[in-house]
C-alpha cells in the first residue's frame, strides 16, 4: 500500500484532487488531499500565508504518516513540495511533479518565468492593493486552467477559487544535492496546458532531469478533466 500526498496549486484548494482520491483509494492505498494554509478549510490571515507554512503544513502531514509518502504537487505546488524534500528526503518515495513548477536551488516563481515562451501568466494577475495577495483577472480563468473542463466542473471550481498570497511567488528554495537530489522524481506534463504550457515543462526537465516523465492530453487541470487517466499514472508509480 502507498501513501499519496496530493498538493494543490496557486488559488485552489484540496476540492481540486476530489475525483483523483476515491481512485486512489480503490486501488487499496491511502490519499490525502491537502489544504494549504490560505486555501480550502485552512483559513489563516493572508499575511501568514508564506512557503515556509506551506511547507510546515505539508511537513507534518507527511511526518504523521505510517511510512515514506509519494508527494505529489500541481502548479505552483511543486514549489512546496521541492522544500519538503529537502527538509525530509527520507520520508518520501516520489516526488511528482503533475504540471508543476521545478525550481532548482535559489530559484523562485518569478526565475522560472523565464521559460514560458509567448505566454506571460505575470500579466493575468491582479495584485491587491496591499500587494499580499492576487487573483486572476476574469476571463483568464477558464483558457488558462480548465480548457477542456466540463462547464459543470469550471463553475464548481470558479466557485471555490481564493486569492493566492504573492509571497510564495517571492521566494527561493533553497535545495541541496545531498537531501533533495536523493529523492526520486517523476514528472506529468500535461500536453494542452496554457498557464504552464509544455515547452516550460520540458524546459524544466531539460534542466533538471527526473527518472520518470508521464504524459497526459489535457488542460491545466487533469484531475477535474483526466481524473481517471491521472491516477493510472500515479499508480504506476
Same mark, same amino acid.
Given at each position: 500500500?502507498?501513501?499519496?500526498?496530493?498538493?494543490?496549486?496557486?488559488?485552489?484548494?484540496?476540492?481540486?484532487?476530489?475525483?483523483?482520491?476515491?481512485?486512489?483509494?480503490?486501488?487499496?492505498? $491511502?490519499?490525502?488531499?491537502?489544504?494549504?494554509?490560505?486555501?480550502?478549510?485552512?483559513?489563516?490571515?493572508? +499575511?501568514?500565508?508564506?512557503?515556509?507554512?506551506?511547507?510546515?503544513? +505539508?511537513?507534518?502531514?507527511?511526518?504523521?504518516?505510517?511510512?515514506?509518502?509519494?508527494?505529489?504537487?500541481?502548479?505552483?505546488?511543486?514549489?512546496?513540495?521541492?522544500?519538503?524534500?529537502?527538509?525530509?528526503?527520507?520520508?518520501?518515495?516520489?516526488?511528482?511533479?503533475?504540471?508543476?513548477?521545478?525550481?532548482?536551488?535559489?530559484?523562485?516563481?518569478?526565475?522560472?518565468?523565464?521559460?514560458?515562451?509567448?505566454?506571460?501568466?505575470?500579466?493575468?494577475?491582479?495584485?491587491?492593493?496591499?500587494?499580499?495577495?492576487?487573483?486572476?483577472?476574469?476571463?483568464?480563468?477558464?483558457?488558462?486552467?480548465?480548457?477542456?473542463?466540463?462547464?459543470?466542473?469550471?463553475?464548481?471550481?470558479?466557485?471555490?477559487?481564493?486569492?493566492?498570497?504573492?509571497?510564495?511567488?517571492?521566494?527561493?528554495?533553497?535545495?541541496?544535492?545531498?537531501?533533495?537530489?536523493?529523492?526520486?522524481?517523476?514528472?506529468?506534463?500535461?500536453?494542452?496546458?496554457?498557464?504552464?504550457?509544455?515547452?516550460?515543462?520540458?524546459?524544466?526537465?531539460?534542466?533538471?532531469?527526473?527518472?520518470?516523465?508521464? $504524459?497526459?492530453?489535457?488542460?491545466?487541470?487533469?484531475?477535474?478533466?483526466?481524473?481517471?487517466?491521472?491516477?493510472?499514472?500515479?499508480?504506476?508509480?
Amino acid at each position: 500500500m502507498s501513501i499519496y500526498i496530493l498538493v494543490h496549486g496557486a488559488y485552489h484548494g484540496a476540492w481540486c484532487y476530489a475525483k483523483v482520491v476515491p481512485l486512489l483509494e480503490a486501488a487499496g492505498h $491511502t490519499a490525502i488531499a491537502v489544504d494549504l494554509p490560505g486555501h480550502g478549510d485552512n483559513l489563516v490571515p493572508m +499575511v501568514d500565508v508564506t512557503l515556509d507554512n506551506y511547507v510546515d503544513h +505539508v511537513c507534518g502531514i507527511c511526518g504523521a504518516q505510517d511510512g515514506k509518502v509519494i508527494l505529489i504537487g500541481h502548479s505552483l505546488g511543486g514549489m512546496t513540495i521541492t522544500q519538503v524534500a529537502e527538509r525530509m528526503p527520507e520520508r518520501i518515495d516520489w516526488l511528482v511533479y503533475l504540471t508543476a513548477l521545478m525550481p532548482r536551488n535559489g530559484e523562485t516563481r518569478a526565475d522560472l518565468a523565464r521559460f514560458e515562451g509567448d505566454v506571460d501568466i505575470a500579466s493575468l494577475r491582479v495584485i491587491s492593493g496591499d500587494g499580499l495577495s492576487a487573483t486572476m483577472t476574469p476571463d483568464s480563468i477558464r483558457p488558462t486552467f480548465y480548457g477542456e473542463c466540463s462547464d459543470a466542473d469550471y463553475e464548481m471550481a470558479l466557485a471555490k477559487l481564493v486569492p493566492q498570497a504573492t509571497e510564495p511567488l517571492r521566494r527561493a528554495v533553497a535545495t541541496t544535492p545531498g537531501k533533495f537530489g536523493t529523492v526520486r522524481r517523476a514528472y506529468i506534463e500535461c500536453l494542452r496546458d496554457h498557464a504552464i504550457p509544455i515547452a516550460m515543462q520540458r524546459a524544466m526537465i531539460g534542466v533538471q532531469p527526473c527518472a520518470r516523465v508521464m $504524459t497526459l492530453d489535457s488542460d491545466h487541470s487533469p484531475f477535474l478533466s483526466a481524473p481517471e487517466e491521472l491516477a493510472d499514472h500515479l499508480l504506476s508509480l
